[in-house]
């Protein structure tokens, strides 16, 4: 089968499991613990992070996605409120709450496909804006309102070391989230594999290779010939809206667009 072992895939669908993982390699990663641990150690107006001069903490699940039960708040208080509150109505467990520091940057995805521990195809996009993040308590969502394809080659080598750390022979696809701290460092988030995320369009439509096509060639052993696995074709841009056709557009289409008001 052209997946991730089991063994890897629950390391990525436990996003604290996650986190013990990547950081004992020393790759960035935003700095996490159990909210458990927090609620125990921390008055209800502390903020954990505020050392790392954050004013905000990120408040998820270890499990899920779609950021499910995931905010941002700004003390203790705040983070068992909101704990409690999907405990009382939707009956989920305190412990599977994790906090981290809140990273303010850039948000991106580095999807990419492994075939028996070697990388053979790289993809990359930055989420600008988020879909239907304005109905959201936290303002973001993990769907982005515009994608935008570019190349950061630290994000790569990160993605590369954050796979093999977690799996000595990565195989299938590995979709790879970061956000940027006030450092400028990009931190990883979580890592999604053995499945495809938002974001298809602009990997399918743009650079030399199908993202989708190139991920069943490679499963099916049919010989595909890619010299250099990092195909990221800058200047293009995937963009969405509520009950519409998804659209792929290059910058200069943008650029040219006339603004009219009133």
């Known amino acids: 089968l052209f997946f991730p072992s089991r ?20 790759l960035p990663i935003a700095e996490t613990y159990e909210a458990s641990w927090v609620a125990e150690h921390y008055d209800d ?13 990120w408040v998820r699940m270890r499990h899920g996605a779609g950021s499910m039960g995931a905010t941002k708040v700004r003390n203790v208080r705040q983070m068992k409120e909101w704990i409690d509150y999907w405990r009382d109505l939707r009956g989920i ?3 599977e709450f994790i906090v981290s520091e809140f990273l303010p940057g850039r948000d991106l995805v580095c999807a990419t ?10 993809k990359m996009n930055e989420r600008i804006g988020f879909f ?52 400028g ?28 096509n190139t991920h069943i060639q490679l499963g099916l ?7 250099d696995p990092i195909d990221i074709e800058e200047g293009w841009y995937e963009i969405r809206a509520a009950n519409q056709a998804l659209h792929l557009r290059r910058q200069e289409d943008i650029d040219a667009v006339e603004i009219i008001e009133g």
């Open 132 to 183: 239907d993040g304005a109905h959201r308590p936290s303002g973001q969502s993990s769907t982005a309102i515009v994608g935008k394809a570019l190349r950061i080659d630290e994000v790569i080598e990160t993605s590369r070391r954050a796979a093999k750390a977690i799996c000595d022979r990565p195989h299938g696809n590995w979709w790879f989230d970061y956000k940027q701290s006030a450092a």
């Open 45 to 57: 107006e502390d903020l954990p992070f505020a050392d790392l001069g954050h004013e905000m903490m």
């Open 93 to 95: 467990d305190p412990h």
């Open 221 to 227: 052993d049919m010989g595909v010939n890619i010299p």
């Open 7 to 26: 063994r890897a895939i629950d390391i990525c669908y436990d996003k604290w499991e996650f986190f013990r993982v990547v950081s004992a390699a020393g």
């Open 185 to 212: 460092v990009f931190c990883l988030t979580e890592v999604n594999n053995g499945r495809f995320g938002a974001g298809t369009l602009l990997f399918n439509g743009t650079g030399k290779y199908h993202l989708f």
């Open 113 to 122: 496909i492994w075939k028996d521990g070697e990388l053979r195809l790289v």
